[in-house]
């Protein structure tokens, strides 16, 4: 498997075709998969906002004040609204803002960036990544990934994630086949977009890199069954169900940590 960036994009504009940008600077060949960047997915749908915009609530001006006392320094109320208005639920909201966006995804400030947003001061997410991934798809004839960097429960560090995704399943389902040792295997799915979205995410990178397309060349799906379940369903959740009913204890995570 080979992966590359593709070089000379412009910034991209409200308006602007993706796929079309893509398809002028490389020869996509059977099998590839594009894997891009929801930020500049998000400029070219007009997804650029600034904060005065956003008329904070009461809400948001309790959360923006619990998290500025926390942090030591001024939040400003207008983007916790911000984030209010892109979350379907908050999770928590203090010491941060844990949201599920309103196509599934769950990421701290509703996936909000402050970075890299010439002429705005926030940039959103897509409304419908996967709908994002179709057009480009369609205009590309590839596989697509729409892909965003999210941290993990347990670990440190930012990962790449897919967010929405076309032209290929979003997981192997190895359940019922079976392992070295013939035991037949009876949970294990795998999150294909997501290790994709990983693996380009190497070579995008996290600051100016400027690289927010990457073609993944020569994958293969293998013969296994197709699954499309990326976002688990609340009612098997285990984890967002204990987080609704947690507070933050800065004392109590002190003494555990001891």
Request: glycine letters at 10%; one cysteine or more; a negative charge.
């Amino acid at each position: 498997m080979e992966l590359f960036a593709v070089d000379g994009l412009p910034e991209v504009r409200p308006g602007d075709d993706v796929g079309e940008l893509v398809a002028e600077r490389v020869d996509l060949r059977e099998g590839d998969v594009v894997c891009v960047s929801h930020s500049i997915v998000s400029k070219a749908e007009g997804r650029g906002a600034d904060l005065d915009e956003f008329d904070p609530d009461p809400r948001a001006r309790a959360i923006a004040e619990r998290i500025g006392e926390l942090a030591g320094e001024e939040k400003d109320p207008r983007f916790a609204q911000a984030v209010l208005e892109e979350s379907a639920e908050l999770l928590t909201e203090e010491p941060l803002m844990l949201a599920v966006t309103r196509f599934g995804h769950i990421s701290v400030n509703a996936g909000i960036d402050r970075s890299n947003v010439p002429g705005s001061d926030l940039l959103l997410l897509p409304e419908d990544p996967s709908a994002s991934a179709e057009r480009i798809s369609a205009t590309l004839d590839a596989p697509v990934v729409v892909t965003d960097t999210s941290g993990r429960p347990f670990r440190q560090g930012q990962r790449g994630v897919a967010l929405g995704w076309a032209g290929l399943p979003a997981a192997r389902d190895w359940r019922g086949e079976s392992d070295r040792d013939g035991r037949e295997l009876g949970v294990t799915v795998e999150a294909v977009v997501d290790e994709l979205a990983a693996a380009a995410n190497l070579l995008t990178g996290e600051g100016d890199d400027g690289l927010p397309v990457v073609v993944i060349r020569d994958f293969e799906f293998g013969d296994h069954e197709p699954h499309d379940g990326l976002f688990r369903s609340p009612e098997g959740d285990y984890v967002r169900d204990a987080l609704r009913e947690w507070e933050y204890d800065k004392q109590r995570l002190r003494e555990n940590s001891e």
